[in-house]
């Protein structure tokens, strides 16, 4: 049974560049999260959407950050142009949400670091 | 405006002892807790939740405790071993925040042998 599946594992770049990270949630959840964590700030909800819809945004830093969810097992999250304090690990998670509360699961992250 | 602190950010604990982990939080809206645990370089992993309704949730040797009169959640790992040293987040929900997550910051556990 897959966990979620995120891409690249690693990404290093040079400022101004875009960064595309890559989630693919479980197989039948319809929540999908995305988090950052830092160490200043710890784990930080970024956005997140249900049945492909975002719900909220309110946790994306600026306008730098964009995120999509094209269909039920894809979503990004774009950074463009890239900043060096964009440097952090960056989690996908999902999960399935009906009447009660399902624990949301979560890949292994992206660690992004920005030269 | 932290609503959901771990103010203790690393404990030792030697192997066979019990392990407590505390998570403090502020939001009466709360309505449900979790506590994940996470191992360097992978994702966190979801260990044992409560709803307000109970105060408190066993599974195995883990075993959650909630006091909603102070705002205050404990996991309680017995007996501890080597193998449960990892980051423990505490995070927190609520029904009308349509399920959304606040973590607090981690503790560090280490488990000595």
């Known amino acids: 049974d897959a966990g979620v599946i995120q891409s690249p594992r690693h990404e290093v770049t040079e400022m101004g560049q875009e960064v595309t990270l890559r989630c693919k949630p479980i197989s039948g959840h319809n929540s999908l999260f995305w988090y950052r964590q830092t160490m200043m700030r710890g784990l930080e909800l970024l956005i997140y959407f249900n049945n492909n819809v975002p719900i909220d945004d309110s946790g994306m830093p600026e306008d730098r950050f964009s995120a999509k969810m094209p269909n039920a097992s894809f979503s990004t999250l774009k950074i463009q142009p890239s900043e060096p304090r964009d440097s952090a690990v960056y989690f996908c998670?999902?999960?399935?949400?009906?009447?009660?509360?399902?624990?949301?699961?979560f890949g292994d992250g992206t660690r992004l670091s920005i030269l | 405006d932290q609503q959901v602190k771990q103010n203790s950010p690393s404990l030792s604990v030697q192997e066979g002892r019990i392990s407590i982990l505390n998570c403090d939080y502020t939001?009466?809206?709360?309505?449900?807790f979790l506590w994940y645990k996470k191992y360097p370089a992978e994702g966190p992993t979801f260990l044992i939740s409560i709803s307000s309704i109970k105060d408190k949730n066993e599974d195995g040797r883990f075993t959650v405790f909630l006091n909603k009169s102070a705002k205050h959640l404990s996991l309680h790992i017995v007996p501890s071993q080597p193998g449960d040293s990892a980051v423990y987040f505490c995070a927190a929900s609520w029904a009308s925040g349509t399920y959304k997550y606040i973590f607090g910051t981690g503790t560090r556990l280490k488990v000595l042998a």
């Open positions: 939001n009466s809206m709360f309505d449900y």
């Open positions: 998670a999902s999960s399935s949400k009906g009447k009660s509360n399902q624990p949301q699961h």
